[in-house]
């Protein structure tokens, strides 16, 4: 369970002071799919990095599993179980897709077992295993990459930013099916996506509405996702291409 | 047979990947001594008249063969330079694997300068490994100056891996290759300095041969207080395609120079280069950190990645 008490978030200094989280307090409980949506600039990027350490709060608490996190550094919060998927996914010169999965795993891949991640998102192991992490890879296979690192890890809690951005409509529906099996296969994870997708809301056992910083509304899919519905919070695909 | 103490062995385990006698041609030359040699049908290697060095000859059509010409200095205070000729015939495929490694504890400099000069018959295939490295915990210095050149006949093409990854105080290296019609050049240089080392690496390459083509490519990490310079060249006498990339990481206090330049003396000349230097990127410590590394970890993965 992860419990956000009161997080407060500012950048810059003085006069060009902003706010970007507004005294936010969110419980994610095991076992749920949460999803975070809200307007371009209501602060869900920052709220999962904050989730995850990259960005401190300047004030408030996290608390995992009931122990506090908030001092906890990246690499100690990711040992406790907790993992991200970055909106934009990294290169990295000379580092193959094999080097990453057993990163990922935290141990020794055979090709078979890395096989099952890539296929999970749709990648031919015997073709993307020993490609490097470079500008070679597209943006939409480096974001199935991405995911499936997250499939290696099988952490408690798993945070994706925008895991749908760049990538195609036929595995969109392979996405949702990856979160579900998530889900199931690991006993009490909770799941927490940024997205304003509709599809992804739909799918949600619980919707967190953000706005300027704050949290709006929360509840679950059928409660909110109607209101949502025509807003920027929740578009279908093709309104994004519009 | 080879005698070598637990330091020599472990410095030809370093620069040649050998535990063992290799099999194929061999000359193995320690403390500037010859330790050990073995010709084959197809290989042999004379000492040059004046002791300056050796010369390698490969007969014509020799295929899947291999040379090791290791080198080891673990004396302080040797300085030498020493001359390699390889002279290789025609319609060839071997490997040739270089390398010097200098184990320096004592308070004398240890320098070794070896040149290395490739005669590259018409449509041979030659792969050529270096591989550099310095240890020992000694006030002298560990110096390597090598100089390479490489004179490439028709149809002919030559792979280079050069690496100095640890331990060498100072270098100054200079390649040198000239390419007649479709011969082809690819050369893959990894280079890593720390402390307050200095490494130069410089390039000319003359294309002069009707399609012929060069790749330069260099990937080097400064650390600490180091210092480097990359200077290649590439020149187009005829119709060629060069390409030259030099791509560093600065880390701590390093310095690092890339001089990429390129000269086209003919029409059809195609000559491409690029260099970049930057530390390492922010986000790429964040990734491997939120799968579990420390920031340590996460750098040491980086760079291994990038010098592989």
Known sequence: MLELKNISFTVGEDAERKTIIRDLSLTIENGKFVVITGPNGSGKSTLARIIMGIEQPCEGKILFDGQDITALNITERAKLGISFALQQPVRFKGIRVHDLMQIAAGKKLSINDACDYLSEVGLCARDYIDREINSSLSGGELKRIEIATLLARKTKLSVFDEPEAGIDLWSFQNLIRIFENMRNEIKDSSIVIISHQERILNIADEIVLLVNGKIKKTGTAEKILPELVGTSAAVDACERLK | ?308
């Open chain 2, 1 to 308: 047979m080879l005698n070598l103490d637990a330091i020599q062995q472990r410095i030809l385990a370093e620069v040649a990947d050998l535990h063992e006698v290799p099999a194929g041609a061999y000359n193995f030359r320690v403390n500037s001594k010859l330790a050990g040699r073995h010709t084959t049908a197809n290989i042999d290697i004379i000492s040059k008249d004046n002791g300056s060095g050796i010369d390698i000859f490969i007969k014509p059509n020799t295929k899947n063969e291999s040379v090791h010409i290791p080198v080891v200095v673990s004396a302080t205070g040797i300085k030498e330079t020493v001359y390699n000729d390889f002279f290789i015939g025609d319609n060839c495929d071997v490997v040739i694997v270089a390398g010097c490694g200098i184990d320096n504890c004592g308070s004398h400099d240890a320098e070794h300068d070896g040149i290395h000069r490739f005669y590259v018959g018409k449509n041979s295939k030659v792969k050529y490994v270096e591989k550099h490295y310095g240890s020992g915990d000694g006030t002298g210095k560990r110096i390597l100056n090598p100089v390479t050149e490489v004179y490439m006949e028709e149809g002919s093409s030559m792979e280079m891996e050069m690496e100095q990854i640890k331990g060498v105080d100072s270098t100054d290296r200079m390649t040198i290759a000239e390419l007649k019609d479709d011969a082809r050049l690819v050369v893959k240089e990894r280079l890593m300095t720390h402390g307050t080392q200095f490494a130069k690496s410089g390039y000319q390459v003359n294309l002069n041969g009707k399609n012929s083509t060069a790749d330069v490519v260099s990937r080097s990490v400064a650390r600490d207080t180091s210092n480097q310079t990359f200077n290649a060249r590439i020149t187009g006498n005829a119709p060629c395609s060069g390409h030259t990339e030099c791509d560093s990481i600065i880390m701590d206090e390093g310095k690092i120079l890339a001089i990429p330049s390129l000269e086209a003396n003919n029409v059809d000349a195609m000559l491409v280069h690029e260099a970049a230097i930057g530390k390492i990127a922010g986000d790429q410590l964040i990734k491997l950190m939120t799968l579990g590394l420390t920031e340590a970890e996460a750098e040491e993965q980086i760079i291994n990645g990038f010098l592989r």
